[in-house]
């Protein structure tokens, strides 16, 4: 890390060139999260029910280990612009033991745990064996997905964003090109369905994992990782002081989503389906947003480490210009390209008219939502993983599940949209709230 640049560098191209590497790869990402599901919904509308149901699970897989690296790189980030070398150096180290250990643990519950998981939200036999069958393979590769999303934190941390771009955008680019081969059959190789769908992605993510091994060796890190830093220390702490807040902030949309899927099901199926193609929809507006917020929380724990207190409400400010552009684009594509993208991933008519209702609906909040998910990050920078947590917890539990059930009860299924963004304005508030107080 080029310490003198994080200090005086302009803010301006500081979070642009840390940001822009992140948006790039997170770009792709969603792109790999739209082919995924459109091969998919190739196979009928039954299996993208199935991967809807099962969406949540996977993403909190996926939130253990994003929240538990955001731990690791905000530690690592504000010893090392604190100039505590060895402390940084055990916060790496802790963080790879803990996320292999995570990824066994989640391996073994998922698969167990699935088939009674999918049963509380369908009694339809064949979406519930799809399910399972897409389950037993992807969660095959959560330790691969863990210890390579805690090596993703620790790069960012030190500044090295065009490396994780690369490892990311190879990775999903295997996943999209083996989707169609492994789904349909190519020549020798099989058709595997539903099946392929998960292999493809757990080939991509075991490929990103062995990619940061290999640059590991061959060009190491400012911090070490390493069994000689695994010493006694209250690093371990740390760790899980700021990794479970921000991993519960990661999980809260898979409770969302399992309770909104119990409120729409009642409703109808198509509901269910909506509800799922606009999580994969809605990752081409947040993940890259989420690209600014990786850019900067290293920014931001270095100049909080340094002391430079300026820095970092300039960097928080220039990172919500950035987020509230891509919002905005987000909002417009969805308001008028809503049934063009709703018929990507089916042909029902009746689908794709109320889902293009609901991407309408829903992208109101957009913009608003904004100034919730930067002040996160920040907060999540600075060590405020429980303040961070309340204003998740606010967007995710407290306000949208009341919300959606009421307006449900008067308006049916799109009074659960209309809940987006009513829930937006309410947690806005509180975030500039913990905004003025924090930063």
């Known amino acids: 890390m080029e310490q003198i640049s994080m200090k005086e560098k302009s803010i301006l191209r500081l979070v642009f060139f840390m940001s822009m590497p992140n948006v790039l790869s997170m770009l792709v990402n969603s792109m790999y999260n739209i082919v995924d599901s459109f091969f998919i919904a190739k196979i009928s509308e039954k299996a993208m029910t199935a991967l809807s149901l099962v969406f949540p699970m996977q993403n909190l897989v996926t939130s253990i280990g994003v929240g538990f690296g955001v731990g690791?790189?905000?530690?690592?980030?504000?010893?090392?612009?604190?100039?505590?070398?060895?402390?940084?150096?055990?916060?790496?180290?802790y963080g790879v033991l803990f996320s292999f250990f995570h990824g066994i643990f989640l391996t073994l519950f998922c698969i167990l745990v699935m088939p009674w998981f999918l049963k509380l939200f369908t009694s339809d036999k064949e979406?519930?064996?799809?399910?399972?069958?897409?389950?037993?393979?992807?969660?095959?590769?959560?330790?691969?997905?863990?210890?390579?999303?805690?090596?993703?934190?620790?790069f960012q941390a030190v500044g090295r964003m065009k490396t994780s771009m690369m490892i990311m955008i190879v990775g999903c680019v295997t996943n999209i090109i083996l989707d169609p081969i492994l789904i349909f059959g190519l020549g020798p190789i099989p058709s595997m369905g539903i099946a392929g769908a998960a292999l493809a992605t757990g080939?991509?993510?075991?490929?990103?994992?062995?990619?940061?091994?290999?640059?590991?060796?061959?060009?190491?890190?400012?911090?070490k990782i390493s069994l000689k830093s695994l010493e006694k220390e209250k690093i371990v702490g740390k760790l899980y002081y700021v990794g479970?807040?921000?991993?519960?902030?990661?999980?809260?949309?898979?409770?969302?989503?399992?309770?909104?899927?119990?409120?729409?099901?009642?409703?109808?199926?198509?509901?269910?389906?909506?509800?799922?193609?606009?999580y994969k929809l809605q990752t081409f507006v947040y993940l890259p947003t989420n690209g600014i917020i990786q850019g900067i929380r290293p920014l931001i724990s270095f100049n909080y480490g340094a002391k430079e207190y300026q820095r970092v409400k300039k960097i928080?400010?220039?990172?919500?210009?950035?987020?509230?552009?891509?919002?905005?684009?987000g909002m417009g594509i969805c308001i008028f390209y809503s049934q063009g993208l709703m018929g990507l991933f089916t042909t029902n008519k009746e689908t794709i008219f109320h889902g293009a209702k609901a991407l309408k609906v829903i992208s109101m909040g957009f913009m608003i939502s904004a100034i919730s998910v930067t002040t996160c990050g920040a907060l999540e920078a600075l060590g405020k993983?429980?303040?961070?947590?309340?204003?998740?917890?606010?967007?995710?539990?407290?306000?949208?599940?009341?919300?959606?059930?009421?307006?449900s009860r008067y308006m049916g299924a799109e009074g659960v949209w209309h809940a987006f963004w009513s829930t937006e304005i309410l947690a806005c508030a509180v975030s500039l709230y913990l905004y003025r107080k924090f930063l």
């Not at 799809?130 to 590769?141: D, I, R």
């Not at 928080?316 to 684009?329: K, P, R, V």
């Not at 993983?385 to 059930?405: D, K, M, T």
Request: with cysteine; glycine share 6%; charged share 10%.
């Open 244 to 278: 479970i807040p921000a991993t519960l902030n990661m999980a809260l949309p898979s409770l969302l989503i399992s309770a909104l899927n119990g409120i729409l099901s009642v409703y109808s199926p198509i509901y269910v389906v909506i509800l799922g193609i606009y």
């Open 72 to 93: 690791i790189n905000a530690l690592i980030a504000l010893n090392m612009g604190a100039k505590k070398q060895k402390i940084a150096d055990k916060a790496a180290s």
């Open 385 to 407: 993983g429980v303040e961070s947590l309340i204003i998740s917890v606010l967007r995710y539990l407290v306000f949208i599940l009341p919300l959606a059930f009421l307006l």
């Open 316 to 329: 928080y400010h220039t990172a919500l210009g950035f987020s509230l552009i891509i919002m905005f684009l």
């Open 127 to 154: 979406v519930i064996a799809l399910g399972v069958k897409y389950s037993n393979v992807a969660f095959s590769f959560a330790i691969s997905v863990n210890v390579g999303i805690a090596l993703e934190k620790i």
């Open 203 to 223: 080939i991509g993510q075991s490929l990103i994992f062995i990619l940061y091994i290999v640059v590991c060796v061959r060009k190491p890190l400012p911090v």
